[in-house]
Each structure stands twice: as C-alpha cells, then as structure tokens.
C-alpha cells in the first residue's frame, strides 16, 4: 500500500510518467543492456527486444501496477503479479538482479523527463517500485521453495528422444531425463523455458508449453519457426528446426506457468494456430485422468493440413465421453478429420452451443483472443470464468484490466 505521502505525488504525476513510460524503457533496456551485458545471456529474449514488445510489456506493467495503487489502495494487482513472476521464475530470476532493474529504470526516469523529476517524485516513484519488486520477489521465492530449487537451479538437461514435423511450420519435440533426479511435475497448462546456445555463444530462453501430461520421464512441446514478416526471423525456433535432433541434450527449466486447468468444472478452450499447444496438455490430462466433463474443444487455422498436434488433440477429445470439437479454417469449411463441425472464415461462437457452468480458456494471436474474449462476455461469461496464455510478453494484460 502506497504512503499517504507518496499517493498524491504518484495520483499527481501518473499521467506524465504514463505518457512517456514507453521511452522510459526503452532508454531502461539500452541503458542496463550497456552496462550489464550478460544479463542477455539466458535471461533476456533479444528478439522481444528487437521487437519492442519487451519494452511495451515494462512499461504497461508499471503503469498497470501504479494505477492499482492509487485506484485500489485496499490490493494488489495479484493476477498481474502473478503471470510476471511465473515469468521470472522460469527464467531463474535472482532477488539481487531487482537492484540492477531499479538502478537503471530511474536513470532512465530522470533521462527521460529530466528536472519534472523532484526529490520528492522520485522517492514517490520508488515506492511504487519496491512495492512491485518486493511483491514479485516474495511470490518468485514461494514458487521456488515449492519446487525445492533455487534460482540458479531451476534448469536440468534434456536427452531427446523424438522430433516429428507436425505442420511445415511445427516440430514436435520429445524428451527425456537425463539423471535420476525426480522429476517435479507440471499442472496442465504450464510451460518450460527452453534455453539455446548461439552461434555468437549467447544463450537465449524460450517458453513453450507443454503438450502431454506428465509421466515421470519425458516431456514434450510443440515449436512454430518464426519467419520474418517485418521482424527478425525466430533465432531459437530456427536452431531447433534445423539443428537439434534425436539424442542432442536440450536444457529446460522446470515448469512454471499461471494458467492452469481447473479439472473439477467443464471447460471450453478455444484456439488459434500454435495457440493449440497448452489445449493439448490440458486435453491430455483430462483423458489421462478419465474425466466426465463436458469438455468443447473450438480451434480456427489456415487449413486442416496447417492444424498443429490435430491427431493427439482429436484422439484425446474423443477418448472423453463427453468431448466436442468445432474447427474454422481460412481456406474453407472441409476437414477429413472426425470434428463434430468445420465452418470457414473467423470462429463465430454464434455456431456454436456453450456448456453450462465452464470456465474458457483462450491462446492464440491477440486480435484473435480480444474478438473471443469478447464474444464470450456479450454471451454472458463472467471475466473471471475467462483465462487466456499469451507467448511472449503480455501487451494486453487483460486480468489486470478486469
């Protein structure tokens, strides 16, 4: 909770910071980038710098939080907090790394707004940081001390024992423990942080999630290559396209993740192209545990040759007495697959029946997850009842708006 003295300060100043809070991190990120280089060894994703998304993401992030303070002095934005902190444990984000972030985020304050920064708005705005800081230190170290692990052994190699090419655009990866340490096991939805040397002996995370329940041995994930498309080209994605196979040794971090499936309700999860990766874990615990639930499965793609993991997920839906799979492709209503309806174009909730009582769950491209999110709470769902996953950094923060 902010101080009485520090509330009007941030109420007073929110709206400046607000406005220039995207050159804030921009000018953070070259600024720590610069006299830290090794933090983009393992921990930062330098395409999402490239991008400029890293820096989207910081900067909604802060002004997210801010806002809760000043709006909602009674609680935090936990959803928010909640989804950074998966994040940054699946990274092995340490405690001490929070001073290098805030001694670099307030040159870049003061860089950016210059003498509007007082002594007393900048004690202000460090209060809100630290609130953030400690908020996401003390929540990181409860996901560690869950596990049993510290921050810098969250990771364990990988042997894998199977690649197969789902779509021209996805392989499919399986793998296996290498030692004989436990396996700490996943919750359907979450995801691991794949982490990739380069060729310019730089290591680069990725997070993909898992499509398979767990056994105790192996684990899988699904990968889509990232072609350019006016960004650069995906660097991870193309290693382990071209690079990575049978019997190579892969290091994982354990799984993290804050969207996880509530097995005890029906459920409905909709998604889009390689959004179909935490549907299939989820899917695949559910048949794995026997479930009676009414369970509907809406996915849109190009086409059915482009629908990535379509056999496991179709041969999970139907495992379950009460599944149900609808399917939109761009390039027109035909599919040879036993799907329960194929229509073409967008997904149209419209032409579809929702069970009673479900909770959604949605991951796919944004516009794609804003248009269904929507539909649904027009048809009646409570936001609550509504989880989505984003890959990479959440530019949208819908929980937190909600």
């Known amino acids: 909770m902010l101080s009485d003295k520090s ?9 400046v910071v607000g406005e220039n809070i995207g050159k804030i991190a921009e ?6 980038f610069g006299e830290h280089p090794e933090l983009l060894d ?3 994703n330098r395409g999402n710098q490239a991008e400029g998304t890293q820096q989207q993401a910081l900067a909604g992030s802060v002004a997210v939080f801010a806002s809760a303070l000043v709006n909602h002095p009674d609680r935090l934005p936990e959803q928010l907090l909640s989804r950074i902190a998966h994040k940054h444990a699946s990274l092995g984000l340490r405690p001490d790394q929070y001073q290098v972030v805030h001694d670099n985020l307030f040159w870049a304050i003061v860089d950016v707004l210059g003498d509007a920064v007082t002594p007393e708005v900048a004690a202000a705005w460090d209060e809100v940081y630290w609130l953030m800081a400690f908020a996401l230190i003390n929540q990181e170290r409860g996901l560690y001390s869950a596990r049993g692990v510290r921050p810098e052994t969250v990771w364990r190699d990988w042997r894998v024992t199977e690649k197969v090419r789902e779509t021209d655009d996805v392989v499919r990866f399986t793998v296996r ?33 898992l499509i398979k329940a767990d056994d105790g041995e192996h684990r899988s994930f699904a990968v889509k290559r990232v072609h350019g498309d006016g960004r650069p080209d995906g660097e991870v994605s193309n290693v382990l396209h071209d690079r990575v196979d049978v019997g190579d040794t892969l290091t994982m971090s354990l799984p993290f993740g804050d969207v996880v499936l509530d097995d005890s309700r029906p459920a409905v999860f909709a998604s889009a192209g390689i959004g179909i990766t935490p549907m299939a874990g989820m899917l695949n615990h559910l048949t794995a ?21 379509r056999r496991q997920v179709l041969h999970d839906v139907r495992a379950l007495p009460d599944g149900t799979v609808h399917v939109w492709f761009e390039r027109g209503a035909e599919c040879s697959l036993p799907v329960d309806g194929v229509h073409a174009g967008q997904m149209d909730l419209s032409a579809v029946d929702l069970p009673e009582g479900a ?19 027009d048809r009646g769902v409570a936001p609550r009842d509504i989880q989505y996953e984003v890959f990479g950094p959440d530019l949208w923060q819908a929980d937190a708006a909600a």
Do not use: N
Request: glycine share 6%; proline share 7%.
């Open 359 to 377: 909770v959604y769950y949605l991951c796919g491209p944004l516009p794609f997850m804003q248009a269904v999110r929507s539909a649904l709470i």
């Open 7 to 15: 509330r009007p300060v941030i109420e007073a100043t929110l709206p």
């Open 177 to 209: 423990r290498v030692d004989d340490r436990l396996v700490k096991t996943s919750l359907p939805g979450q995801y691991v942080t794949v982490r990739v040397l380069m060729d310019d002996g730089v290591r680069q995370p990725r997070q993909y999630s």
């Open 289 to 309: 545990a026997g479930t009676h639930l009414d369970i509907t499965l809406l996915h849109a793609d190009v086409d059915e040759s482009s629908w990535a993991l």
């Open 42 to 44: 393992g921990l930062f």
């Open 27 to 32: 000018r953070f990120y070259q600024r720590m």
